[in-house]
């Protein structure tokens, strides 16, 4: 499986400040499932409230995106903090210092 550094924020429930994390995620061969700490997501096409991808078990709604090299990663007019894994920590530090 391929794995990649994302942004991961709960939608259901929340306008744009709801937890959020960095973590390393895997996906699908087709790119339609992610995996993440336990969790199934499943492509939103255009029915998603505020996310763009749905746990497959509690029908919850996620952002899930690459990482942005200036570190604002919420919605631009919320806020609140963002967890970073600790297994990728140091991978993100460098991915986001990159030029």
């Known amino acids: 499986m391929r794995s990649r ?3 991961i924020e709960l939608k259901t429930g929340f306008n744009d400040n709801g937890p959020a994390r960095i973590g390393r995620v ?3 061969r087709t790119f339609q499932t992610i995996y993440y700490r ?3 997501f499943q492509r939103l096409h255009g ?3 505020a996310g763009n991808w ?5 029908g919850e709604e996620y952002w899930i995106s690459g ?3 200036s570190r ?3 919605h631009w007019a919320r806020g609140g903090p963002v967890e970073i894994d600790d297994d990728v920590r140091d991978d ?3 991915l986001v210092s990159e030029t």
């Not at 749905?54 to 509690?58: C, E, K, R, S």
């Open 47 to 49: 029915g998603g409230v």
């Open 54 to 58: 749905v746990d497959v078990h509690t």
């Open 92 to 94: 993100y530090h460098r």
């Open 5 to 7: 550094i994302m942004y």
């Open 38 to 40: 336990g969790k199934i």
């Open 72 to 74: 604002r990663d919420r």
């Open 67 to 69: 990482v942005k090299k």
């Open 26 to 28: 895997s996906f699908s």
